[in-house]
């Protein structure tokens, strides 16, 4: 009893990972075919987002604060990473919608960049920037109608942009100036520490649970259920829900594609940023953490089913519980006197790398039979 | 397409200013009769870059000072010494390309370089069929010897056999059964085999290994499985390389796998510099094991220390294979003086039997390439640095050890024409 809940808890704990991550790409790449390699930096950026939010609480006006960073970090996260994402989608992709091998191209270089963007631009600067863009971003669409109707609206635009660059510059020396740490641009790794209240572990039924691990499944069950209850019960779920299933039809019927676009990408792309807050718990935060993510996404979303949440869900978690019974030789102790050829193949793939590669054949061979997943997207744009 | 051509040309200006930049000298000051230049081989870019840049720091540094002395003195007269850095870019064959450029293009009498076996094993064809020479100054797994290479790091009886020895017999754990992690590459694989080979000979037992793909940073199957081995604590030995320490030391910290439940991890790959990147409250009661430590009480030491701060900054730190990389820049400087020229053949020759005051203590250099040196055992405190335990007198170095099934039995010899590469003992 005992070791089948440590089991399922370990599978669901490395299930829960993978789904946070995977979330967000489920929805780009689920939702809008978008092939975007650059989801993994999305989450790096999520990532630093925590440290800078963590170091920025240890300032004296936020002290009593501190241990609530965590909390504060995931909406902030949420919020760069779609910010990013919704740049990156009104100048790069919406451009190459339709040619999936161009998109790849284009965000894997989007990635590059944005690795070698946190390794060489103090991180002070790199947050002004964020929030220079959010504001150039969002405050032209909070005018009201009378005045984006006028002549004069470019000229509101225009200094909105100039407002924008000058609350960016002077965040970003603010910042600079009051934490050290933040002003010198450094490819070192750094380090997300999590609030005393969330280390060490809790005893459930006999067995104890790192605390790090349960605070991650809460995450990615918050984030599963929002994102779950927006696509199913909001207008803006069903519109984006209508495009998916038929671009040319939903357009005719007076929804906008492009906001429909927009939004999607950007919260795909907040989710992803959501992940990064998850991943920095687990391990240090540096410029490459996404990109060892980014194939594991794309292949629970996959496995899943392109363009079903509910795939994605339980392909990330097969993929956890199989990665434990296999990688820590678990079978072994369920049934202790197999046969011993069987027993020696067991012990063969019982370390981290080989049951990678015993999990990786598995999905080919599922993939064999079953080429469009767990869960197959039916309808309208399967037929075309 | 006049627009691309335009940023092509832009692009190739400022590639050409990247290359001049770098091409730059040592210090200015000093007359000279002439002027040796020798090229300096680390990643610049990439994922080692964090680790290698602060060798090419320690290497200039040395340069530096061995320049202020008076440079380099051959035949009555004294030559400054000038550098080329050239990027291995974290590519294990750009450091191939690089070593062939800077033996044929710059005709460098002497390449320092290296950090990953990898990218060592991809320059080594390189220089024995050029017959060219390298300094290569990281702690390794050992198992090769080439007359072309000479290698100034720990051999892994100068490392991880003392400290498993300290492990099983001294350690708060002694006695206890073992547990092997590393990442997934040459180096752990094959000190995990000497290590086995060990434990088994001093009565011990090894209950279980696991190795993590590099990038990957789910321990989990790891840390039941450790759970499940060792139920009451134990030894644990830790290949694991760079970053993904940070994720194994959290995540363990998380699962109660701590000094104070009885599990003690002795680290092969954790400096000073590590320490300060994972945070020393995850570390602090663990071991680690070098030839040189930054709290090494000696003038020497001291000495190493304030002159790396004085001219990198006061934030910095030097650890074991800085150490490394200072003495092989000084020990090829005495074997080119000894030697009278600058020639390959003449300089290996006068470089066996070197000996340097390192800041580590006295070194040597053997026939078989490798240094003799000092090895240390120390705990992690709370300051981020090492207290050390213990300190063994000089370890000669075992190119071919002694405890690997494949390698027992032989030796390395370059000063005997007749013994070579590997011989029979």
Known sequence: MELLLDSLFNGVAIGSVLLVAALG?????????????????????????????????KLPILKPFYNS??????????????????????????????????TLLATWGVSLILQQFVRSVPLAYGTGLVISLLIALFLPTIFPLKIKESINFKYYKFSTWIFAALTGVLTGSLISSSVSKLSRASARNVDVTAP?????????????????????????????????????????????????????????????????????????????????????????????VGGNYIVGCFMVVVLGGVGNLLGTVFASFGIGIMTDLIGAGRLLSIWPDMPLPLSNTINFFATTSMARVMIFALIVIFLQFKPTGLFPQKGRMVEN | MRISRRILAGLATASLAVTATSCGGG????????????????????????????????????????????????????????????????????????????????????????????????????????????????????????????????????????????????????????????????????????????????????????????????????????????????????????????????????????????????????????????????????????????????????????????????????????????????????????????DDNAVRKALVGQKFDAPQGPVEVMPNHHLSQTVRIGEINAEGGFTILEETGVVLPQAWNQKHPSSKGFACDWTDPSKGEKYKL
């Not at chain 1, 649970?209 to 927006?230: C, G, H």
């Not at chain 2, 990281?138 to 790091?153: H, L, M, R, V, W």
């Not at chain 2, 759970?227 to 390389?241: D, F, H, S, V, Y």
Request: charged share 15%; aromatic share 10%; with cysteine.
């Open chain 1, 69 to 102: 960073y965590i909390i504060v970090s995931i909406f902030l996260a949420f919020i760069v990473s779609g910010v990013v994402g919704i740049l990156l989608e009104k100048t790069i992709i919406r451009k190459l919608y339709g040619s999936p091998l161009e």
């Open chain 1, 196 to 288: 005393s209240w969330m280390r060490g572990q809790v005893e459930i039924i006999g067995t104890t649970f790192p605390k790090t691990r349960l605070m991650i499944i809460v995450i990615t069950l918050i984030s599963v259920i929002a994102i779950t209850l927006f696509l199913n019960q909001s207008a803006w779920g069903m519109r984006i829900r209508a495009v998916t299933q038929n671009r040319q039809m939903s357009d005719c019927l007076g929804i906008s594609t492009e906001k429909v676009d927009i939004i999607t990408f950007g919260i795909g792309s907040g989710l992803a940023g959501v992940a990064g807050v998850a991943v920095s718990l687990l391990g240090s935060v540096g410029p490459n």
């Open chain 2, 27 to 342: 210090g200015t000051s000093g007359s000279f009769d002439d002027t040796v230049t020798v090229g300096i081989l680390h990643s610049l870019s990439g994922t080692m870059a964090i680790s290698e840049s602060t060798l090419v720091d320690t290497e200039k540094m040395a340069i530096e000072e061995i320049n202020a002395a008076g440079g380099v003195k051959v035949g009555g007269k004294s030559y400054k010494i000038e550098y080329i850095v050239e990027d291995g870019a974290s590519d294990w064959p750009t450091f191939a390309e690089k070593s062939k450029k800077l033996i044929d293009q710059d005709g460098v009498p002497v390449v320092f370089g290296g950090w990953t076996s990898a990218s060592r094993k991809a320059m080594l064809p390189v220089y024995e069929s050029k017959d060219a020479f390298l300094y290569y100054p990281i702690q390794y797994e050992a198992q090769e010897c080439s007359n072309n290479i000479f290698y100034t790091g720990a051999t892994p009886n100068q490392q991880s056999e003392p400290a498993t020895d300290f492990m099983y017999k001294r350690s708060p754990a002694a006695g206890g059964d073992f547990f092997l992690v590393g990442s997934d590459y040459v180096f752990p694989r094959t000190s995990n085999t000497i290590t086995k080979a060990q434990v088994k000979q001093l009565g011990g037992n090894v209950v279980g290994e696991d190795y993590l793909p590099l990038g990957n940073t789910e321990v989990a199957p790891i840390i039941s499985k450790i759970k499940k081995a060792l139920p009451e604590g134990g030894i644990i030995i830790n290949t694991l390389n760079g970053d993904q320490n940070v994720a194994f030391f959290k995540q363990i910290q998380d699962a109660g796998i701590t000094p104070s439940s009885g599990y003690y991890v002795m680290n092969y790959s954790i400096a000073e510099e590590e320490i300060s990147t994972i945070g020393p409250e995850f570390l602090e009661g663990h071991y680690g094991a070098w030839n040189y430590m930054m709290s090494i009480d000696t003038p020497a030491s001291k000495k190493f220390a304030k002159s790396f701060k004085k001219r990198w900054g006061a934030d910095r730190v030097v650890a074991d294979p800085q150490e490394s990389a200072y003495n092989m820049v000084y020990l090829w400087k005495q074997a080119v003086e000894d030697a009278g020229t600058f």
């Open chain 1, 25 to 57: 790409l489920a929805i780009v790449f689920g939702l809008m075919g978008v092939i975007n390699l650059a989801h993994g930096e999305l989450m790096m950026l999520g990532a630093y987002t925590t440290y800078v939010t963590q170091l920025i609480f």
